[in-house]
Protein backbone atom coordinates (compact mmCIF):
# COMPACT_ATOMS: atom_id res chain seq x y z
CA UNK A 1 0.00 0.00 0.00
CA UNK A 2 2.65 2.17 1.02
CA UNK A 3 4.56 2.08 -2.42
CA UNK A 4 1.40 3.06 -4.35
CA UNK A 5 0.48 5.78 -2.03
CA UNK A 6 3.73 7.17 -2.95
CA UNK A 7 3.60 7.46 -6.50
CA UNK A 8 -0.08 8.91 -6.14
CA UNK A 9 1.10 11.78 -3.87
CA UNK A 10 3.92 12.42 -6.86
CA UNK A 11 1.23 12.33 -9.83
CA UNK A 12 -0.78 14.37 -7.70
CA UNK A 13 2.09 17.24 -7.40
CA UNK A 14 2.93 16.48 -11.01
CA UNK A 15 1.37 18.33 -14.50
CA UNK A 16 -0.96 15.10 -14.59
CA UNK A 17 -2.65 16.82 -11.45
CA UNK A 18 -4.15 19.81 -14.18
CA UNK A 19 -5.24 16.85 -17.06
CA UNK A 20 -7.19 15.06 -14.01
CA UNK A 21 -8.65 18.35 -12.57
CA UNK A 22 -10.04 19.51 -16.41
CA UNK A 23 -11.50 16.03 -16.89
CA UNK A 24 -13.26 16.02 -13.55
CA UNK A 25 -14.53 19.43 -14.23
CA UNK A 26 -15.89 18.24 -17.49
CA UNK A 27 -17.65 15.56 -15.98
CA UNK A 28 -19.67 17.74 -13.75
CA UNK A 29 -21.47 19.20 -16.29
CA UNK A 30 -23.07 16.93 -17.97
CA UNK A 31 -25.50 16.00 -15.00
CA UNK A 32 -27.01 19.16 -15.29
CA UNK A 33 -26.98 18.53 -19.61
CA UNK A 34 -30.37 18.03 -21.17
CA UNK A 35 -31.74 13.94 -21.59
CA UNK A 36 -29.96 13.31 -24.88
CA UNK A 37 -27.09 14.63 -23.43
CA UNK A 38 -27.07 12.00 -21.05
CA UNK A 39 -28.53 9.23 -23.25
CA UNK A 40 -25.48 9.44 -25.24
CA UNK A 41 -22.43 9.24 -22.72
CA UNK A 42 -24.84 6.57 -21.48
CA UNK A 43 -24.13 4.70 -24.90
CA UNK A 44 -20.48 5.43 -25.08
CA UNK A 45 -20.42 3.31 -21.31
CA UNK A 46 -22.82 0.95 -23.06
CA UNK A 47 -19.57 0.52 -26.02
CA UNK A 48 -17.18 0.03 -23.78
CA UNK A 49 -16.92 -3.10 -22.43
CA UNK A 50 -14.37 -5.13 -23.69
CA UNK A 51 -13.18 -2.57 -26.31
CA UNK A 52 -10.39 -0.21 -26.17
CA UNK A 53 -10.93 3.34 -24.38
CA UNK A 54 -9.71 5.08 -27.43
CA UNK A 55 -11.28 3.13 -30.40
CA UNK A 56 -14.83 3.78 -28.31
CA UNK A 57 -13.98 7.62 -27.99
CA UNK A 58 -13.51 8.03 -31.88
CA UNK A 59 -16.62 5.87 -32.89
CA UNK A 60 -18.71 7.59 -30.03
CA UNK A 61 -17.79 10.81 -31.36
CA UNK A 62 -18.11 10.20 -34.93
CA UNK A 63 -21.97 8.90 -34.40
CA UNK A 64 -22.74 11.67 -31.82
CA UNK A 65 -26.38 12.69 -31.86
CA UNK A 66 -27.48 9.33 -33.91
CA UNK A 67 -27.24 7.30 -31.34
CA UNK A 68 -30.56 9.06 -30.51
CA UNK A 69 -32.42 8.38 -34.02
CA UNK A 70 -30.68 5.68 -35.87
CA UNK A 71 -32.41 2.28 -36.25
CA UNK A 72 -30.41 -0.92 -34.67
CA UNK A 73 -29.96 -1.69 -38.66
CA UNK A 74 -28.71 1.62 -39.31
CA UNK A 75 -26.45 1.28 -36.43
CA UNK A 76 -25.73 -2.16 -36.40
CA UNK A 77 -24.41 -0.70 -40.21
CA UNK A 78 -22.44 2.36 -38.71
CA UNK A 79 -20.80 0.25 -35.93
CA UNK A 80 -19.54 -2.14 -38.62
CA UNK A 81 -18.05 0.47 -41.06
CA UNK A 82 -16.48 2.37 -37.77
CA UNK A 83 -14.52 -1.04 -36.87
CA UNK A 84 -16.70 -1.46 -33.75
CA UNK A 85 -16.22 -4.98 -31.99
CA UNK A 86 -19.38 -5.81 -30.94
CA UNK A 87 -21.78 -4.23 -33.56
CA UNK A 88 -25.04 -6.74 -33.64
CA UNK A 89 -25.02 -6.84 -29.29
CA UNK A 90 -24.87 -3.24 -28.57
CA UNK A 91 -26.89 -1.43 -31.31
CA UNK A 92 -29.29 -4.06 -29.54
CA UNK A 93 -28.91 -2.48 -25.95
CA UNK A 94 -28.57 0.96 -27.11
CA UNK A 95 -31.67 1.26 -29.21
CA UNK A 96 -33.62 -0.48 -26.33
CA UNK A 97 -32.23 1.35 -23.52
CA UNK A 98 -33.99 4.78 -25.67
CA UNK A 99 -37.25 3.65 -23.72
CA UNK A 100 -35.15 4.15 -20.38
CA UNK A 101 -34.01 7.82 -21.41
CA UNK A 102 -36.72 10.09 -20.19
CA UNK A 103 -36.79 8.00 -17.30
CA UNK A 104 -32.96 8.17 -16.50
CA UNK A 105 -32.57 12.03 -16.59
CA UNK A 106 -35.37 12.33 -14.68
CA UNK A 107 -33.74 10.14 -11.39
CA UNK A 108 -29.94 11.63 -12.17
CA UNK A 109 -31.87 15.43 -11.52
CA UNK A 110 -34.03 13.81 -8.37
CA UNK A 111 -31.49 11.30 -6.81
CA UNK A 112 -28.74 12.38 -4.94
CA UNK A 113 -28.17 8.56 -3.78
CA UNK A 114 -25.94 7.24 -6.77
CA UNK A 115 -25.77 3.73 -5.25
CA UNK A 116 -29.53 3.78 -5.76
CA UNK A 117 -29.21 5.10 -9.02
CA UNK A 118 -26.43 2.68 -9.85
CA UNK A 119 -28.65 -0.42 -8.97
CA UNK A 120 -31.71 1.19 -11.14
CA UNK A 121 -29.43 1.59 -13.85
CA UNK A 122 -28.09 -2.27 -13.90
CA UNK A 123 -31.46 -3.52 -13.66
CA UNK A 124 -33.15 -1.39 -15.83
CA UNK A 125 -30.37 -1.36 -18.75
CA UNK A 126 -29.25 -4.68 -20.49
CA UNK A 127 -25.56 -4.24 -21.35
CA UNK A 128 -24.49 -2.22 -18.38
CA UNK A 129 -23.17 -3.80 -15.31
CA UNK A 130 -21.63 -2.80 -12.31
CA UNK A 131 -18.25 -1.55 -13.93
CA UNK A 132 -20.27 0.37 -16.94
CA UNK A 133 -22.86 1.86 -14.11
CA UNK A 134 -20.24 3.34 -12.37
CA UNK A 135 -18.23 4.22 -15.28
CA UNK A 136 -21.68 6.22 -16.54
CA UNK A 137 -21.90 7.97 -13.21
CA UNK A 138 -18.68 9.56 -13.02
CA UNK A 139 -18.77 10.81 -16.18
CA UNK A 140 -21.85 12.53 -15.99
CA UNK A 141 -20.37 13.91 -12.71
CA UNK A 142 -20.93 11.32 -9.43
CA UNK A 143 -17.55 11.97 -8.31
CA UNK A 144 -17.68 9.03 -5.45
CA UNK A 145 -17.44 6.33 -8.42
CA UNK A 146 -14.48 4.58 -9.71
CA UNK A 147 -14.08 1.96 -12.93
CA UNK A 148 -12.86 -1.11 -11.84
CA UNK A 149 -11.13 -2.19 -14.95
CA UNK A 150 -8.90 -4.85 -15.78
CA UNK A 151 -5.86 -1.76 -15.77
CA UNK A 152 -7.22 -1.07 -12.18
CA UNK A 153 -7.12 -4.73 -10.99
CA UNK A 154 -4.02 -5.17 -12.74
CA UNK A 155 -2.33 -2.19 -10.84
CA UNK A 156 -3.47 -3.90 -7.20
CA UNK A 157 -2.53 -7.30 -7.39
CA UNK A 158 1.17 -5.60 -8.56
CA UNK A 159 0.73 -4.03 -5.53
CA UNK A 160 0.05 -7.36 -3.63
CA UNK A 161 -3.77 -5.39 -2.41
CA UNK A 162 -5.57 -8.28 -4.03
CA UNK A 163 -5.55 -11.37 -5.55
CA UNK A 164 -6.35 -11.36 -9.13
CA UNK A 165 -10.64 -12.46 -9.30
CA UNK A 166 -11.63 -15.23 -11.75
CA UNK A 167 -14.67 -13.52 -12.25
CA UNK A 168 -16.36 -10.41 -11.22
CA UNK A 169 -19.35 -10.65 -9.21
CA UNK A 170 -21.57 -8.01 -7.54
CA UNK A 171 -19.99 -9.02 -3.89
CA UNK A 172 -16.02 -8.72 -5.51
CA UNK A 173 -16.90 -5.23 -7.28
CA UNK A 174 -18.06 -3.78 -3.98
CA UNK A 175 -15.01 -4.67 -2.22
CA UNK A 176 -12.70 -3.82 -4.83
CA UNK A 177 -14.79 -0.40 -4.55
CA UNK A 178 -14.14 0.07 -1.05
CA UNK A 179 -10.46 -0.89 -0.83
CA UNK A 180 -10.42 2.22 -3.34
CA UNK A 181 -12.55 4.33 -1.08
CA UNK A 182 -9.95 3.62 1.32
CA UNK A 183 -6.93 4.52 -1.34
CA UNK A 184 -8.75 7.79 -2.00
CA UNK A 185 -9.73 9.06 1.12
CA UNK A 186 -6.02 8.82 2.71
CA UNK A 187 -4.53 10.83 -0.01
CA UNK A 188 -7.67 13.49 0.11
CA UNK A 189 -9.06 12.07 -3.50
CA UNK A 190 -12.66 11.57 -4.55
CA UNK A 191 -13.11 8.12 -6.34
CA UNK A 192 -13.62 9.76 -9.72
CA UNK A 193 -10.21 11.50 -8.97
CA UNK A 194 -7.98 8.30 -7.79
CA UNK A 195 -9.52 6.39 -10.80
CA UNK A 196 -8.35 8.84 -13.00
CA UNK A 197 -4.61 8.73 -12.04
CA UNK A 198 -4.75 5.31 -11.15
CA UNK A 199 -5.54 4.60 -15.09
CA UNK A 200 -2.74 6.85 -15.61
CA UNK A 201 -0.02 4.71 -13.86
CA UNK A 202 -1.24 2.00 -15.98
CA UNK A 203 -1.92 3.46 -19.54
CA UNK A 204 -0.15 7.17 -19.26
CA UNK A 205 -3.28 8.46 -20.27
CA UNK A 206 -6.24 10.36 -18.90
CA UNK A 207 -9.15 9.59 -20.88
CA UNK A 208 -13.42 9.45 -20.09
Sequence with gaps: MKELLTSLEKLKKSGINNLVN????????????????IFTELCFCIMTANCSAEKC???????GDDFLNLSQYQLTNKFKELGYRFPNIRSKYIVEARCNKEELNKRIKSNKNGNM????????????????????????????YAIVDFHIIDLLVKHGLIEKPKTMTK????????????IAERLGFNLAELDLYLWYMETKKVLK
Design 22 to 37: TRIAEFSEIKDKASDK
Design 57 to 63: IEIHENI
Design 117 to 144: LREWIVSNIKGIGYKEASHFLRNIGFDN
Design 171 to 182: KKYLEIEELLKD
